[in-house]
């Protein structure tokens, strides 16, 4: 007579706290606030470095989160440059 299992779960992520941490962390478009599925592959995220008056790098940096549906439409770019000009103006232009 065979036993039936429970189907192995996942190995839980545990950090260096020993505290479980998610292996997923859901993003949202920085255009259109929608969530970013796991599943839409032509997504990207983009880190923009943060520069002092000397135009060396100051170790901060704004992250901005693209979807598929906004890349295949070809306006990513125009939207990171308006989406950056309002960060810029936001922070007096000392970014």
Known sequence: ?????????????????????????PRKCSITGKLITPKDH?????NVGHLDNNGRYTGQYTTYAFSGMIRHKGEADAFM???W???????????
Do not use: E, F, W
């Not at 992520?13 to 941490?21: E, F, H, L, R, Y």
């Not at 032509?42 to 983009?46: A, F, G, H, K």
């Not at 000009?85 to 970014?95: L, Q, R, Y």
């Open 1 to 25: 007579c065979r036993h039936k299992t429970k189907p192995n779960k996942l190995a839980d992520m545990i950090n260096s706290q020993g505290k479980t941490v998610d292996l997923y962390i």
């Open 42 to 46: 032509s997504s990207v995220q983009i």
């Open 81 to 83: 440059q308006d989406l």
């Open 85 to 95: 000009a309002k960060k810029k103006k936001s922070a007096g232009g000392n970014i």
